[in-house]
């Protein structure tokens, strides 16, 4: 049984752009690179043809430290140095990995889960991605407004997998899948601040650098899933817990 889905993830997908350093008051350089993002409480799939459906990010695990990043968005290029503060620029972004997973099982006949993931070409590995999508392309607006920071706004088209699978089941398990089909695209947008400093506890991992851009805590968005960077160290294992006792409670 095929179900279209539509996926309304308004996460709030950054983008970089790039300083130069003509003088001492200048911004600090910016390369292309990618953030990191978990998903909050209170995310949903609205309108899925079943009522809305709560999920929850998975954390990707790896390449590398990742924390609970459950989102993550490449910066495509730099811009031109501009300074001082004041300057503005537009950049390209993508989402290129992405795994959230209804908190309880979805009844459409049978009781499944529905998996919602982006893993362009294969950036995460185990993470699957069953149909061929098409990019999830947009751009920032970057305004640079202090030495070491700013604010930005975003607008991006999102193109998921929706993966319905056995509850408990793997995704990346055939076995255990029982359908897959690209999401219908979904236009997001939000706001926020950027600085050249990362929040306490992001982690830094060389396989995805962040090129000295990194968003901060607290976002204007506009849909049903919530974001914000990875927490810091001290909580990591404790969300962590607390998405596997989670887990553990709708499987009985």
């Not at 990995?97 to 185990?126: F, Y």
Request: with cysteine.
């Amino acid at each position: 049984m095929k179900k279209h889905a539509t996926l309304r993830t308004a996460c709030l997908l950054l983008p970089a752009v790039v300083f130069g350093a003509r003088s001492t008051a200048s911004a600090s350089l910016i390369d292309p690179g990618f953030d990191f993002f978990r998903t909050l409480d209170g995310a949903f799939i609205p309108d899925f043809g079943f009522g809305d459906v709560s999920v929850m990010g998975v954390p990707l695990g790896g390449p590398g430290d990742l924390g609970v990043t459950d989102t993550i968005v490449e910066r495509l290029q730099g811009i031109n140095p501009f300074d001082p503060p004041g300057g503005f620029g537009t950049v390209d972004i993508e989402l290129v990995a992405l795994h959230l997973v209804s908190i309880v099982p979805l009844d459409i006949g049978q009781l499944v889960d529905v998996h919602v993931t982006v893993n362009k070409n294969g950036i995460i590995p185990g993470l699957p991605q069953p149909d061929a999508l098409a990019p999830s392309l947009g751009t920032m607006d970057i305004f640079h407004t202090n030495p070491d920071g700013g604010t930005f706004s975003s607008s991006l088209t999102v193109n998921a997998d929706v993966i319905f699978t056995i509850p408990g089941g793997d995704p990346a398990n055939p076995l255990d899948v029982i359908l897959s089909q690209p999401a219908a695209p979904v236009l997001l947008q939000g706001t926020g601040t950027w600085k050249h400093t990362p929040p306490s506890g992001y982690p830094i991992n060389p396989l995805f650098p962040a090129g000295g851009f990194f968003i901060q805590p607290g976002f204007n968005h506009q849909g049903p899933h919530p974001t914000d960077p990875v927490p810091a160290p001290g909580t990591l294992a404790l969300l962590a817990i607390g998405g596997l006792l989670i887990r553990r409670r709708r499987r009985r």
